[in-house]
């Protein structure tokens, strides 16, 4: 899934990839615009509209809206796998497919050990449904590192269950945009979890088995690169 401002390049790279054998498509999500604290249409140091990419709970409907998700299941696809860009040792992983299998569940979501200072969704019941709670939404008084697993944002899906139109919450995220305050709305996948039945799969995060080591900046990859290099030629990848 790209977003507008990297849907060209990405499609063009995919398109010199891509084989009859491994064909690679992509799909853009969607587009939205940021406001002022007011509610009006923020404009950005220029005078223009300011455009956002509302998050990736845009996944299932903008893979709907495409025709992508059509053609895999026309084609006898079941499993889909979805995982963040910056994450480089979430790779497909014939284990983690069989187990969501076995497990029966529409949703399988990868969690991984917390270390310090990491923050992110967790798995928790909610009126007795377990599902991915984002940090933001539990109670202020309960002590999140009672959980000690959290949200990779690596999921397995099963093709048939997502092929639905979900009510996603629209969070509003505060950001600064050109100095200014602006308001943009977004959809967080991990939400599916409250509509789908889950499975979560407590994956780990160090040595060739490692399947969560983001990379949020350039300094990480440096820092990160000696684990990610073992981990994917432990798996052949490299």
């Given at each position: 899934m790209t977003s507008f401002a990297t849907d060209d390049v990405i499609r063009q790279m995919a398109e010199a990839l891509s084989t009859r054998r491994c064909p690679i498509k992509t799909f853009p999500q969607l587009i939205s615009l940021r406001v002022t604290p007011d509610?009006?249409?923020f404009e950005?140091?220029?005078?223009a509209l300011s455009c956002h990419a509302p998050g990736h709970g845009d996944l299932t409907f903008?893979?709907?809206?495409?025709g992508i998700l059509k053609?895999?299941?026309d084609r006898g696809g079941r499993v889909l796998m979805m995982s963040n860009v910056d994450n480089l040792t979430a790779t497909l992983d014939p284990a983690v497919i069989g187990a969501h299998l076995e497990s029966g569940?529409?949703?399988t979501a990868e969690m991984a050990p917390k270390e310090p200072g990491d923050q992110g969704g967790a798995p928790a019941r909610v009126d007795g449904k377990p599902q991915i709670v984002e940090s933001f939404r539990f109670p202020k008084d309960f002590d999140q590192e009672r959980i000690p697993v959290f949200n990779t944002n690596t999921f397995v899906l099963d093709a048939e269950a997502i092929d639905a139109d979900f009510p996603l919450t629209w969070f509003a995220v505060n950001k600064t945009v050109d100095d200014k305050p602006a308001v943009q709305f977004e959809r967080l996948v991990g939400e599916l979890t409250a509509f789908l039945e889950p499975a979560f799969l407590r994956v780990e995060r160090h040595g060739?088995?490692?399947?969560?080591?983001?990379?949020?900046?350039?300094?990480?990859?440096?820092k990160e690169l000696p684990g990610i290099v073992k981990?994917?030629?432990?798996?052949?990848s490299l």
């Open positions: 509610g009006e249409l950005d140091g220029a005078g903008a893979l709907r809206r495409s053609d895999f299941r569940a529409a949703l060739p088995d490692a399947r969560f080591q983001p990379i949020k900046i350039p300094e990480d990859l440096h981990a994917l030629e432990a798996r052949g």
